[in-house]
């Protein structure tokens, strides 16, 4: 369980960007925002020489206005206002005072607008009608040939290619955004697949061991029918194989379930008594193994443990990983060897902890157990010295036993 506990990190987040101004602006600050600017189109229509009546056309004036309420809708429809509002620079450039004084500012927003929001294509044809447009109102003003270009370029080219820079960051923006949210996922469905293979290789473990165990003493039992001292004694391992690996399940759905224990002052006497055990157990590690191998004896199975080296500390995590290898070593032996005995080595070395189970061949005239089904035993051992950088080998000894070894680095 420490396994899954030191390992189960949550998933990969990431410091959120902040945002540009564009996505701070509300629809109806745009709106307001394009209202203002539409107002500083209409103030050179506001001087004396503009409100002289004898200088107002009616039909100019209703133009003038229905332009600015059609910039208002520049977002929506880009292209649309943008012709229109081309349409309307020209006639007005052409009317005389004061309506010439409406400029081409609001063409030159709607350039801008159509260069952010439309393809190439599009802009292309709105910068070439806007730069046809301003070149031929300048030139019929009589400015120098070098202010008309300047000019011509400064309110057809410019609006296009600074859209054109703005549409291409935010196309670079969203396409990063896409591929951090797909690195994402994908480092979550990967984290996802690693917390599956260690649910798995936990519940191997617990369950395989305890029933391996269960259904030796079980087959004992079934012989000792007329010995009730052993029987009873039989009977009682198997009920303690059975509630420790209980106990080992509800310490494991505790972590995937990542619920709290209920607090003790809740509870009433029987409550706390059962619920004690469980939530309170410690992570099994190196200093269980004797208890480990105390069960496999109540098997038949006689097990000497030896150490090598000074003890020292080491991560809880890694304990666990080398009680589990014991575990599921005893428990192929039971299953397969067909022999009552093995020896577990722990040598503490001082760039490595090794951990090795060797059992000798089957006595002599009994022949070797028959291949059975592939398990996950090796494979789940292997992955967790792998986990921590270790290396595992497993395979016949020169004696004709089998040897599991597997090494951690200090």
């Known amino acids: ?30 709106v307001v925002l394009d209202a203002l600017v539409a107002l500083m189109f209409l103030l050179p229509f506001g001087s004396s020489r503009s409100r002289a009546p004898a200088h107002q056309n009616p039909w100019l004036s209703l133009l003038v206005l229905g332009v600015t309420l059609a910039f208002l809708a520049r977002r929506r429809f880009p292209m649309t206002v943008c012709l ?27 350039l801008y607008t159509v260069a952010t929001t439309r393809s190439g294509r599009s802009t292309t044809l709105a910068s070439a009608a806007v730069l046809t447009v301003a070149l031929v109102i300048l030139t019929s003003l009589h400015y120098p040939a070098s202010v008309t270009a300047l000019s011509g370029v400064a309110i057809g080219v410019a609006p296009s290619l600074t859209g054109y820079v703005v549409r291409q960051q935010r196309q670079y923006r969203a ?32 369950v395989a061991h305890a029933l391996s165990l269960i259904t030796v003493q079980a087959g004992v039992a079934v012989f000792r029918q007329h010995e009730a001292d052993q029987m009873r004694a039989t009977l009682t391992a198997i009920e303690e194989t059975g509630r420790s690996a209980m106990i080992d399940m509800r310490q494991l759905l505790g972590v995937l379930r990542n619920t709290p224990a209920p607090d003790a002052d809740q509870l009433s006497t029987p409550d706390r008594e ?64 067909r022999t009552t005995s093995g020896s577990v080595l722990l040598s503490f070395a001082p760039h490595q902890l090794a951990v090795i189970i060797a059992n000798p061949p089957p006595p002599d005239g009994l022949p070797p157990a028959p291949p059975g089904t592939p398990g996950h035993g090796l494979r789940g051992m292997a992955e967790r010295t792998a986990l921590f950088g270790g290396t595992f080998s497993a395979g016949p000894s020169s004696d004709g036993g089998f040897t599991v070894a597997a090494r951690f680095p200090a």
């Open 1 to 30: 369980m420490a396994d899954l506990a030191a390992h189960s990190v949550p998933p990969p987040t990431r410091k959120p960007e902040p945002a540009s101004f564009s996505r701070r602006m509300r629809p109806w600050q745009w």
């Open 84 to 110: 229109l509002l081309t349409a309307a620079t020209v006639t007005l450039a052409t009317a005389g005072a004061p309506y010439d004084s409406y400029g081409p500012f609001a063409m030159m927003f709607a």
């Open 175 to 206: 396409a990063m955004a896409a591929v951090r949210a797909r690195r994402i996922e994908a480092e979550v469905t990967s984290r996802m697949a690693d917390e599956r293979l260690r649910i798995a290789r936990e519940l191997h473990d617990v």
């Open 274 to 337: 059962q619920n004690r055990e469980p939530d309170r157990a410690p992570v099994p590690d190196l200093l269980d193994l004797g208890t480990l191998i105390s069960q496999a004896a109540q098997a038949g199975l006689h097990i000497s443990l030896r150490e090598e080296g000074e003890r020292r500390v080491i991560p809880a995590a890694v304990g666990l990983a080398v009680y589990r290898i014991v575990q599921e070593s005893l428990t192929n032996i039971l299953r397969h060897a």
